[in-house]
């Protein structure tokens, strides 16, 4: 009972952060697709510089799939009982996580735009930045996990 419990919450959570998350994609592609006049009928509103999807946000995608990549190896590793290569991919991971926190950090203080700036600027730094407080709660996560799997806390 008490597992099927936690599953239930695990499900539960999972689908709330879906729906928060939808939100605001909605709110970006509703914005996007059917301008405003206030914002002159075009997207980005005039005057709003868009940062280049080509640059920083690529690199932050490509270091982002490698961190999934790099812990679902150390997952596996655990189930095989390879403790080295698990904690070896969750540093890797715990890595890539403060890697991808750095460049964002970067990117928010070098956009060329702000919050106030239109809807363009309120999503864009109220979806990237919950996305970053995700990822910063998930490498504290991570970060406990590889310290639990050193202490042996986990096997197979």
């Known amino acids: 009972a008490v597992q099927q419990g936690l599953r239930m919450g695990m499900i539960l959570f999972i689908v709330s952060e879906i729906m928060f998350f939808f939100a605001f994609f909605w709110a970006f592609f509703t914005s996007s697709l059917s301008p405003v006049?206030?914002?002159?009928?075009?997207?980005?509103?005039?005057?709003i510089e868009a940062i280049s999807p080509w640059g920083l946000p690529l690199l932050n995608t490509i270091i982002l799939l490698s961190s999934g990549a790099s812990v679902t190896w150390a997952h596996h590793a655990i189930v095989g009982g390879f403790k080295k290569d698990a904690l070896l991919g969750l540093v890797i991971t715990i890595i890539f996580a403060v890697i991808f926190t750095g460049l964002q950090g970067f990117e928010y203080v070098n956009a060329p735009f702000a919050m106030s700036d239109s809807v363009y600027g309120s999503v864009f730094f109220m979806a990237t930045g919950f996305h970053g407080f995700h990822v910063i709660i998930g490498t504290i996560f991570l970060f406990v996990c590889a310290f639990r799997l050193y202490l042996n806390h986990f096997s197979r």
């Open 37 to 47: 006049f206030k914002n002159k009928g075009v997207w980005p509103p005039a005057g």
